[in-house]
Nanobody
Protein backbone atom coordinates (compact mmCIF):
# COMPACT_ATOMS: atom_id res chain seq x y z
CA UNK A 1 0.00 0.00 0.00
CA UNK A 2 1.17 3.50 -0.74
CA UNK A 3 2.18 5.80 2.09
CA UNK A 4 1.09 9.44 1.94
CA UNK A 5 2.24 12.65 3.60
CA UNK A 6 0.27 15.86 3.21
CA UNK A 7 1.70 19.36 3.45
CA UNK A 8 1.16 22.91 2.26
CA UNK A 9 -1.39 24.29 4.65
CA UNK A 10 -1.19 27.75 6.10
CA UNK A 11 -3.01 30.97 6.77
CA UNK A 12 -4.37 33.11 3.98
CA UNK A 13 -6.88 35.90 3.54
CA UNK A 14 -10.14 35.34 1.76
CA UNK A 15 -9.65 35.36 -1.99
CA UNK A 16 -6.15 33.96 -1.70
CA UNK A 17 -4.71 30.66 -2.87
CA UNK A 18 -2.87 27.69 -1.43
CA UNK A 19 -1.59 24.47 -2.89
CA UNK A 20 -1.65 21.31 -0.81
CA UNK A 21 0.68 18.43 -1.59
CA UNK A 22 0.18 14.73 -0.98
CA UNK A 23 3.51 12.99 -1.49
CA UNK A 24 3.34 9.26 -2.10
CA UNK A 25 5.95 6.61 -1.45
CA UNK A 26 6.10 2.86 -1.65
CA UNK A 27 4.36 2.55 -4.99
CA UNK A 28 3.31 4.56 -8.00
CA UNK A 29 -0.20 6.00 -8.04
CA UNK A 30 -1.35 4.39 -11.27
CA UNK A 31 -3.65 1.89 -9.58
CA UNK A 32 -4.91 4.04 -6.74
CA UNK A 33 -7.57 6.52 -5.84
CA UNK A 34 -6.48 9.56 -3.87
CA UNK A 35 -8.86 11.68 -1.85
CA UNK A 36 -8.55 15.02 -0.17
CA UNK A 37 -10.81 15.20 2.85
CA UNK A 38 -11.34 18.06 5.22
CA UNK A 39 -12.69 18.52 8.69
CA UNK A 40 -13.84 21.94 9.78
CA UNK A 41 -14.13 22.80 13.49
CA UNK A 42 -17.17 21.09 14.95
CA UNK A 43 -18.03 19.29 11.73
CA UNK A 44 -17.59 15.84 10.27
CA UNK A 45 -14.77 14.99 7.90
CA UNK A 46 -15.98 15.07 4.29
CA UNK A 47 -14.58 14.24 0.89
CA UNK A 48 -13.57 17.47 -0.82
CA UNK A 49 -11.82 16.37 -3.98
CA UNK A 50 -10.91 12.87 -5.08
CA UNK A 51 -9.43 11.24 -8.13
CA UNK A 52 -9.13 7.68 -9.32
CA UNK A 53 -6.11 6.92 -11.44
CA UNK A 54 -7.62 3.55 -12.25
CA UNK A 55 -10.62 4.85 -14.16
CA UNK A 56 -10.13 8.62 -14.33
CA UNK A 57 -13.06 9.55 -12.07
CA UNK A 58 -12.79 12.97 -10.47
CA UNK A 59 -15.03 14.31 -7.73
CA UNK A 60 -15.38 17.80 -6.30
CA UNK A 61 -17.58 18.78 -3.41
CA UNK A 62 -20.16 21.31 -4.67
CA UNK A 63 -18.79 24.08 -2.49
CA UNK A 64 -15.30 23.86 -4.03
CA UNK A 65 -16.15 23.07 -7.65
CA UNK A 66 -14.63 25.72 -9.89
CA UNK A 67 -12.23 26.90 -7.18
CA UNK A 68 -10.23 23.77 -6.33
CA UNK A 69 -8.30 21.58 -8.76
CA UNK A 70 -6.84 18.16 -8.06
CA UNK A 71 -3.84 17.14 -10.13
CA UNK A 72 -0.88 14.82 -10.25
CA UNK A 73 2.83 15.16 -10.89
CA UNK A 74 4.00 11.76 -12.08
CA UNK A 75 7.68 12.56 -11.72
CA UNK A 76 7.24 13.53 -8.08
CA UNK A 77 4.60 10.88 -7.36
CA UNK A 78 2.59 13.63 -5.75
CA UNK A 79 -1.02 14.71 -5.88
CA UNK A 80 -1.85 18.38 -5.46
CA UNK A 81 -4.93 20.28 -4.43
CA UNK A 82 -4.79 23.79 -5.86
CA UNK A 83 -7.19 25.95 -3.89
CA UNK A 84 -8.11 29.34 -5.34
CA UNK A 85 -10.50 32.05 -4.20
CA UNK A 86 -10.42 30.66 -0.69
CA UNK A 87 -13.26 31.47 1.65
CA UNK A 88 -13.43 31.47 5.45
CA UNK A 89 -15.64 28.39 5.27
CA UNK A 90 -12.73 26.51 3.69
CA UNK A 91 -10.96 26.67 7.05
CA UNK A 92 -10.31 23.08 8.07
CA UNK A 93 -7.71 20.40 8.58
CA UNK A 94 -7.11 18.76 5.23
CA UNK A 95 -6.12 15.12 4.88
CA UNK A 96 -5.11 13.04 1.91
CA UNK A 97 -5.80 9.33 1.85
CA UNK A 98 -5.75 6.39 -0.50
CA UNK A 99 -6.58 3.13 1.22
CA UNK A 100 -10.32 2.77 1.55
CA UNK A 101 -11.16 5.68 -0.75
CA UNK A 102 -14.13 5.12 -3.02
CA UNK A 103 -14.73 7.69 -5.74
CA UNK A 104 -16.69 8.31 -8.85
CA UNK A 105 -17.78 11.52 -10.53
CA UNK A 106 -20.61 12.05 -8.03
CA UNK A 107 -19.25 11.06 -4.65
CA UNK A 108 -16.15 10.34 -2.63
CA UNK A 109 -15.90 8.67 0.73
CA UNK A 110 -13.51 6.57 2.74
CA UNK A 111 -14.60 3.50 4.64
CA UNK A 112 -11.55 3.45 6.91
CA UNK A 113 -11.02 5.74 9.87
CA UNK A 114 -7.27 5.94 10.34
CA UNK A 115 -5.94 9.33 9.31
CA UNK A 116 -2.63 11.11 9.18
CA UNK A 117 -1.95 14.37 10.96
CA UNK A 118 -3.39 16.47 8.18
CA UNK A 119 -2.48 20.02 7.30
CA UNK A 120 -4.33 23.05 8.64
CA UNK A 121 -5.75 25.67 6.30
CA UNK A 122 -6.99 28.87 7.89
CA UNK A 123 -8.78 31.48 5.80
CA UNK A 124 -9.48 34.83 7.39
CA UNK A 125 -12.08 37.31 6.22
Amino acid sequence: EVQLVESGGGSVQAGGSLRLSCAASGDTLDDYAIGWFRQAPGKERVGTSCISFRDGSIFYEDSVAGRFTISRDNAKNTVYLQMNNLKPEDTAVYYCASEGVVVDDHFCYRYLNDWGQGTLVTVSS
